[in-house]
């Protein structure tokens, strides 16, 4: 079945569509974006999505040229048109094409809203945990949803050799953030999550929200040598939801399977998304 995708006003086949070779986010990385998903066809936490998509404008010098309005008509006409049973949106902001790759105007960016089929992870990953290995590294304008994973990118054979599910972020001793998702750590009954230098998740907002209602939590700075005591361990992001990490480098975490608190957290937030 053919797929339609929005650019620049005009909803088009995919096929069909194309950017400038002048455009600033080929020829200099100049772009930020967001991505969620939908529950039951319904886009989740959207209005959270499109606030971050204009902080992160605005941190890199950027400007969203729609109103949230008129970004959430466009998604729901992809959502009819494509005619997926759950469906991931990515909305692209770029500088906009360029004449001499330097200069650009601020008020003719690129907007592309892609509406692509979720493809689900294995049960089983749920069931048994992930492996992270952890890498030094924190990425520039942390604060912004940037099209800048070049460092998660060129990691990718690092991570299938250790057999690895995702990277984690590390930086002068403390621990950051996973290449594409947040990190949580429990100790015993206290849940703790890095709350500086980090691109703050949506899903990350709202586990916090739901792990108040039954768990002591702490958003604060995590050292690295704090990992050997962590009694469990899981990431988050909006197509992965919660994830349990089971090891971190050598590092088992806890007795090496999911905890109890983690499937809580699982229990809930499914409770609250597969049934809206």
Known sequence: MKKFCHINGKILLEEDASVSINDLGLL?????????????????????????????????????????????????????KNKLKETTIKIIVTGGASKDGLTFDINSPTVIIIAKEIHQLQVELYKKGVKMITYDFQRNNSGAKTTDYITMLKLQNKKEK???????????????????????????????????????????????????????????????NEIKSITEAFLTSTTREVLPVVKIDSNKIGNAKVGENTKWLMDVFKNKTYLL
């Not at 902080?55 to 008129?70: E, I, M, T, Y």
């Not at 996973?178 to 709350?195: D, E, Q």
């Open 162 to 224: 250790q057999k690895a599910f995702e990277i984690l972020y590390v930086n002068r001793g403390l621990v950051l953030e996973g290449a594409t998702s947040n990190i949580f750590f429990f100790k015993k009954n206290t849940l703790i999550t890095p709350k500086n230098n980090i691109l703050a998740g949506t899903i990350r907002k709202f586990v916090l929200g739901l792990a108040k209602k039954k768990f002591k939590v702490e958003e604060r700075d995590v050292k690295v």
């Open 28 to 80: 200099r990385g100049y772009a930020v974006f967001d991505f969620l998903r939908t529950y039951n066809g319904r886009p989740f936490l959207l209005q959270e999505h499109l606030n971050r998509l204009e902080n992160s404008a605005k941190l890199v010098g950027l400007k969203v040229p729609l109103s949230k309005v008129r970004i959430s008509k466009i998604i729901d006409e992809l959502l009819k």
